[in-house]
């Protein structure tokens, strides 16, 4: 049996594998599309101002210190990158939410056995509206004074440097956030007990949420992870309430 922190590509594979099956694959198409279109005005805009972003973060050497250049660049890059990912990831999934909540329910009809092919209802997804954003502000609420936080450790010299690291593993627990939010709030969980299971489960959430994390970073590969992602989670939320039979390890 694998560690609890390597868990995280079994669910993400068992995730993917089922929102391409065809009981599942109308409630992807949607979501993607959406975040497809997103997806590429960001990059557009990003790219634009892609270089003017770096060298704002990146600190002022004096001259005899400017070899270091050569080596913070890469860490500035990843940093951009990261900052980047999570404007695109916080837009997306706030547009997605009711999607991902209604996806992962149907996630669980199906591994239960109790529908191969669940109808997608328009009428049930817009029942879910108003919860499922309600719970996407709430996670924004947890994010943004951290993020915050970080953002302001980016910009003072030598400390900038642990910057990237930590926005790599706030990235990771982020994403367990986000994506076991969805599953919770389907069984009525509220926040601070689903906070708490987390913290209960952190080598395992951080796991998921690393690779996750790392596959999200992949441009357009992202645009069908986020669906497997939120399958995934429900997966893992299921296991972990027996739910259903143990994943093969």
Known sequence: M???VLSGPRYLREGLRLVLSPGLRLFVIIPVTINLLLFAGLVYFAVSQFRGWVEGLMPSLPAWLAFLEYLLWPLFVLLVLVMVFFTFTLVANLIA????????????VMVRGDDA???FRWAELLAML???IGRELRKLGYFLPRAAALLVLSFIPVLNLLAAPLWLLFGAWMMAVQYIDYPADNHKMGWNEMMGWLRQR???SLGFGAV?????LVPLVNLLIMPAAVAAATLMWMEEHDQRP???H
């Open 2 to 4: 694998s560690p609890p």
């Open 97 to 108: 939410a009711p999607f991902n909540g209604f996806l992962s329910e149907k996630v669980e």
């Open 117 to 119: 092919a669940p109808p």
């Open 130 to 132: 108003p919860r499922t």
């Open 202 to 204: 952190r080598m395992r």
């Open 212 to 216: 996750t994390y790392a596959a999200l």
């Open 246 to 248: 143990r994943l093969v």
